[in-house]
């Protein structure tokens, strides 16, 4: 009695190198995009050093804003082989993690109708309470997306579509899902711990890679929603797929859609309220989903 006992213990305790291993995964993804974008930075700044443009720059604002001028599309293309290099490699990770006996997901009976729909709405309405979270943030406190703004058109305003579309809606949401809801979430399963932990240490960790307080809040939010539907249904492709939709609407629908409201303080608290509750409906049919695996034959 006293054995079995010691042997439940052993089961029920963490596996303290598999959770300090967690944190792993988001900060090589740190590192394969501070490397590659690191490249054509280095290149812009040394044809600033020839024609002389460092010459005139006074702040580190400034200086941002001149390399950001040099490259061009050039810092999106190198998004684009980071999202590559990652995805990769992350990929790598997650099979050495499970290994080549791993259950497999039967996906025909897992994802029924009612899921992929409750997953499509999730992410659009994520996506819409997010856009009007940032309108609600804009008009209370101005001066805290200051920063956002200045990043987001730094980075993205003048990128082409191509090399934008590319990395934003489709290498981009697959290189993150497979660091944090492939990777980081195998290696908390091994760890043994309680679930509110993993959920909550996957979506922070989300939140941080985003480097971006603002944008850190809501992605570490859609990190526990992503982490969810990755538990829930066994795979990390539906936090893909609703990682993907919730992109493609942010970047080609959404701002669209709420350009209608303009600076209509009421109307965005209501939209918000309104799309908070969609979302939650979408939870609400999505969450008796379970994985269904598929038998193997002797």
């Not at 990769?88 to 997650?94: L, R």
């Not at 992929?116 to 804009?138: E, H, P």
Request: glycine content about 6%; overall charge positive.
């Amino acid at each position: 009695m006293s054995e079995q006992i010691s042997i439940n213990k052993k089961k029920n305790k963490i596996d303290v190198g598999h959770f300090a291993l967690a944190f792993l995964p988001f900060v090589v993804l740190l590192c394969i995009q501070m490397a590659v974008s690191m490249v054509p930075m280095i290149f812009a700044v040394f044809k600033m050093m020839q024609d002389g443009t460092l010459r005139s720059i006074n702040n580190p604002n400034d200086m941002t804003a001149a390399i950001m001028g040099q490259l061009g599309d050039g810092f999106m293309w190198s998004l684009v082989v980071y999202a590559i290099i990652s995805i990769i490699t992350f990929f790598i990770w997650y099979k050495k993690l499970n290994g080549k006996n791993a259950v497999k997901i039967d996906y025909k009976k897992t994802f029924s109708v009612k899921t992929i729909i409750a997953i499509v709405i999730i992410a659009i309405s994520l996506n819409f309470a997010t856009s009007c979270f940032l309108g609600i943030v804009d008009h209370l406190i101005p001066s805290s997306m200051d920063n956002y703004n200045e990043m987001m058109d730094t980075a993205f305003g003048d990128a082409s579509v191509i090399p934008l579309a590319l990395y934003g809606t489709i290498l981009g949401p697959i290189a993150e899902e497979m660091c944090l809801r492939a990777a980081t979430i195998a290696h908390l399963k091994k760890s043994r711990c309680k679930m509110w932990v993993l959920l909550v240490v996957q979506a922070v960790c989300f939140g941080i890679i985003h480097l971006n307080l603002v944008q850190g809040l809501y992605a570490t939010v859609l990190g526990l929603i992503l982490g969810i539907i990755a538990i829930k249904t066994g795979s990390v492709i539906p936090a893909i797929v609703t990682h993907m939709v919730y992109n493609i609407f942010g970047f080609f629908i959404t701002g669209y859609a709420l350009e209608a409201i303009g600076d209509n303080f009421i109307a965005i608290v209501i939209v918000e309220i309104v799309t908070i509750v969609i979302a939650v409906i979408g939870y609400m049919i999505f969450k008796n989903t379970k994985p269904s695996y598929k038998t193997t034959q002797a």
